[in-house]
């Protein structure tokens, strides 16, 4: 039995029969209403039943839902850097995270527009505990990753979770996709967890790990959405940060956050890729030796390249001149924008909790703080 047997996706040989068990299953039946508004059920049953492979599935379902989205809940979807990255050349795609499903359906639809192979792609296991979620994330090439493990376990974990990695990139030729840290942004605050790397380092064995990630060609990836569709949801959690609480997940909160990612407004949403590292991965090594500053060294170089590369839209620079009571920006956006951002922001907040307001403001604020930063550091 194969050791990833508990995070793997389907095989192609188990496609048809997953989709002849999810076949009738209400949740199946209101996706594809959506996607296909037009026909009746029995004509996408009947496709989905002659469907035998992965590809097929999220090339025929799949992508043309993630169109429907774009179309009912957004003003588009923008990218960049797209044709820097080689057809038939796996890469190890390390991206902020900001929306549970669709980060990765967006980049898979641009990946197959652009010609380029879909991803393989790293979720929680938390959010796949439904049986029918489980089953469509299979049928779309996720394997899971196991969250609230005791340490024994998750260092076990952790090893099989890097050795389907490495196997997706290195023996299968598949790129792989996984967030620059545990869970989405909160607080619009991306930052890159050294523990991800570590995670991804353990299957280098004997090779030196920064030899072995010069050979997995990890590639940034920056998502931004003009409007964060789930903001209103992240509040709570938000709150209890800033007030030093322990917040505690309702029992149907990631359901509830993820089809609000998919239906909530986002108007404008961009994707760019950033350049490979392998260079200044090896320039790393050159300059520090000590293993743990590495990583960091690493994680930074990240940051630095996701940040740069994170398009920053008029909502940004409005929340940031709210939060900080100036008008630093106020040629980054209209006075219809602003009017559009203020009807959104004090319908969902309490105007009279400080805490409420600036948690709200500083979530859309950050990144514009967070990419003059880096580019400042860039300069000098």
């Not at 002849?20 to 039943?49: G, Q």
């Not at 607080?187 to 790397?197: A, F, I, R, S």
């Not at 992240?234 to 940060?241: I, N, R, S």
Request: aromatic share 10%; charged share 25%.
């Amino acid at each position: 039995m194969s050791p990833f047997e508990d995070i793997r996706p389907f095989y192609d040989t188990e496609v048809n029969e997953a989709l002849r068990e999810i076949i009738h299953h209400p949740m199946l039946k209101a996706m594809m209403n959506f996607t296909f508004p037009d026909v009746s059920d029995d004509y996408w049953r009947d496709l989905m039943l002659h469907c035998h492979s992965i590809r097929d599935f999220q090339i025929n379902f799949i992508y043309p839902s993630v169109q429907k989205v774009l179309e009912k809940s957004s003003e588009g979807l923008s990218t960049s850097g797209f044709e820097k990255l080689e057809k038939n050349v796996s890469y190890l795609f390390i991206s902020n995270h900001r929306d549970i499903i669709l980060d990765t359906s967006l980049l898979n639809a641009c990946l197959y527009e652009h010609g380029l192979s879909m991803t393989t792609t790293a979720i929680g296991d938390n959010l796949v505990k439904k049986p029918f979620l489980k089953s469509l994330s299979k049928l779309t090439r996720s394997f899971t990753i196991k969250r609230g493990l005791p340490a024994r376990e998750l260092l076990e974990s952790s090893k099989i979770t890097s050795a389907y990695i490495k196997n997706s990139l290195l023996r299968e030729n598949r790129s792989v996709w996984i967030a620059q840290r545990e869970g989405r942004t909160k607080d619009g605050n991306d930052e890159t967890h050294k523990g991800v790397l570590k995670m991804i380092s353990m299957a280098a064995g004997e090779e030196n790990f920064i030899d072995y990630f010069k050979r997995i060609n990890i590639v940034p990836i920056s998502i931004s959405y003009e409007y964060d569709p789930t903001d209103v949801l992240k509040m709570p959690e938000l709150l209890a940060k800033a007030k030093s609480e322990t917040y505690v997940k309702g029992e149907n909160e990631d359901f509830m956050t993820l089809l609000n990612g998919i239906m909530g407004q986002k108007k404008r949403i961009h994707i760019h890729v950033g350049n490979l590292l392998n260079k200044e991965i090896q320039q790393i090594a050159v300059q520090e030796q000590n293993a743990n500053k590495q990583f960091q060294a690493i994680a930074d170089l990240l940051d630095r390249n996701i940040l740069a590369g994170y398009k920053l839209w008029p909502t940004n620079y409005i929340a940031h001149d709210l939060l900080y009571g100036d008008e630093e920006y106020k040629d980054q956006y209209t006075i219809e924008e602003k009017k559009v951002f203020e009807n959104r922001f004090q319908k969902v907040v309490d105007l009279n909790d400080p805490m409420a307001v600036k948690s709200y403001l500083a979530m859309y604020a950050n990144p514009v703080n967070n990419q003059k930063r880096v580019l400042e550091e860039v300069k000098n």
